[in-house]
């Protein structure tokens, strides 16, 4: 008896991490997940049929860094963010939550806190998704080991310029403690970061089963070098906006930070390091040089969508705003060229939606000081990987990978990242000859404005697909919020 399909995706380009060439073939989909991808399925076969009209067919985007919550509502940004996700192709947000002003504006221990965090979450997700959490306070070190065999969360952020260094400038240690909502014992600063570290080494011991999928990632940006430096910059009438910014983060307190977590990371045993967000050639040439110093050490090197597509001179001035800042022209093509080289293990978006009510770049005519750090992107990730990238060279089968396969397989998204039987049926249909203008107005965020606002992308997403149903398809999102929260690691694919 002919095997039936729920659905059939037919006459796509097959792109894959794991194989160089393109196939021509159609997709057939059971029970959410892929069932076999072969040329021309019968038409006896198959339920419901999707025509994909040779657009490329690509795994659904995995962005496995994004602030859903952080600049508004948890139960709004859910919602609306994750509709932007799935009009750009992304099927999985992994999402970074911590205690303290922001998110839900609570401190705490996580036994409190983070079972509201899925209750908030639950039911209002387009794409599935995940959380990283950041261990604030010293109570949570003992706290980590519950996330990960409990709550399915086995990764941990660092912000290390939190250390002296507020999320948009100075901080005094008062002012820094009612930030983080902490007590007068605890103290974020290196000394934290090594003990978050050797909570991390211990998890793996203590479970073999997590060990390949405990890691910890690290914003890597030294907070006495940026104190110093803003104190310099904001006197130096001769720099402004975007080039002001990034003048008072400048890149060599990226580079030390990295040297930094890379030896605390040898020291402490804590094998799986993702060093985040590179920005500049002197924080990813300090990457590479640790990698080098520590080969024990696996680390996982990524960079985002705003510093490949946006420099110190994009238009939007305030508006691309964000830590660590964007960078001049030649740093944003020294990250293309670790991207070709492979240097790179993922792209993401960093998305943090910030109104504009938020961001308050406009006031005192969009003063580079006075706005909040952070935008969204997500909707624009594979979009803009595939526009630039082609135009540089960058195989499809890498696109694939920075965008999906890899940080799947980091984040013990097992289900996740390829078109191949057993996978989930995540897939993203793209027209590669397609080109269109960003508009803020176009995108399902709550935004309202985006930093990318009127770049020209070839490659525009056409349909999306998550767990084989439609969550996006010609401009518009279909059906109920269906996205699962992930326990991870997942269980391996069903062949």
């Known amino acids: ?65 994004t602030h859903v919550g952080i600049y508004g509502p948890l139960a709004e940004d859910a919602v609306n963010e994750s509709r932007a996700a799935v009009s750009g192709g992304v099927t999985t947000m992994l999402t970074y939550f911590r205690t303290g002003q922001y998110y839900l504006n609570r401190g705490g221990r996580y036994a409190e806190v983070f079972p509201e965090v899925l209750k908030i979450s639950d039911g209002r997700y387009y794409c599935d998704y995940g959380y990283h959490v950041a261990p604030i306070a010293a109570e949570h070190l003992d706290e980590m080991e519950t996330l990960a065999t409990a709550h399915g969360v086995p990764s941990f952020k660092i912000f290390m310029f939190y250390g002296g260094y507020g999320l948009h400038g100075r901080a005094g240690d008062d002012e820094q403690r009612g930030f983080l909502m902490i007590g007068p014992e605890d103290h974020y600063d290196l000394a934290h970061f090594e003990f978050v570290m050797r909570s991390a080494a211990r998890i793996r011991t203590a479970h073999p089963r997590l ?26 009438a001769s720099l402004t906006g975007l080039a002001a910014y990034s003048a008072a983060r400048p890149p060599h307190a990226e580079g030390l930070a990295v040297a930094v977590a890379a030896y605390l990371a040898h020291e402490t045993g804590c094998v799986n390091v993702n060093l985040l967000h590179l920005s500049s050639r002197k924080a990813l040439e300090s990457a590479l040089t640790m990698a ?14 705003g510093h490949l597509l946006l420099d110190v001179n994009t238009p939007s001035g305030a508006y691309a705003k964000v830590n660590p800042p964007i960078r001049p022209r030649e740093d944003v093509e020294y990250l293309w060229s670790a991207v070709l080289d492979g240097q790179v293990d993922w792209i993401v978006s960093d998305h943090a939606c910030c109104a504009e009510e938020t961001k308050a770049a406009g006031k005192g005519a969009g003063d580079i000081w006075l706005a909040k750090s952070g935008f969204g992107g997500t909707e624009y990730l594979l979009s803009g990987v595939f526009s630039e990238g082609r135009r540089r060279g960058l195989p499809l089968h890498r696109i694939a990978a920075l965008t999906s396969w890899n940080p799947a397989r980091r984040y013990g998204l097992s289900t996740k990242g390829d078109l191949a039987p ?14 269109f203008t960003v508009r803020a107005a176009d995108s399902p965020s709550g935004q309202g404005y985006t930093p990318f606002e009127g770049q020209r992308l070839t490659g525009q997403v056409t349909a999306t697909f998550l767990r084989g149903e439609l969550a996006w398809h010609d401009g518009r999102v279909l059906g109920p919020p269906r996205g699962r929260y992930l326990r991870r690691p997942m269980p391996p694919p069903a062949i």
Do not use: W
């Not at 080098?292 to 969508?305: G, K, M």
């Open 1 to 65: 008896m002919a095997e039936i399909f729920d659905l059939v995706i037919k006459d796509v380009r097959v792109v894959r991490a794991t194989a160089s060439g393109v196939e021509r073939a159609d997709i057939g989909v059971k029970h959410g997940r892929i069932a076999r991808v072969a040329p021309k399925i019968p038409n006896a076969e198959i339920r419901r049929s999707h025509d994909g009209r040779g657009q490329l067919a690509f795994p659904g985007v995995v962005d496995a860094h």
């Open 211 to 236: 060990a390949e999928h405990i890691s910890v990632s690290l914003h890597c940006e030294m907070a006495d070098i940026l104190n110093a430096y803003t104190r310099i910059v904001q006197k130096d």
């Open 292 to 305: 080098r110093a520590f080969p024990h050490i696996n680390f996982r090197r990524e960079v985002t969508v």
């Open 422 to 435: 057993g996978f989930d049926a995540d897939i993203v249909l793209l027209d590669p000859d397609r080109a």
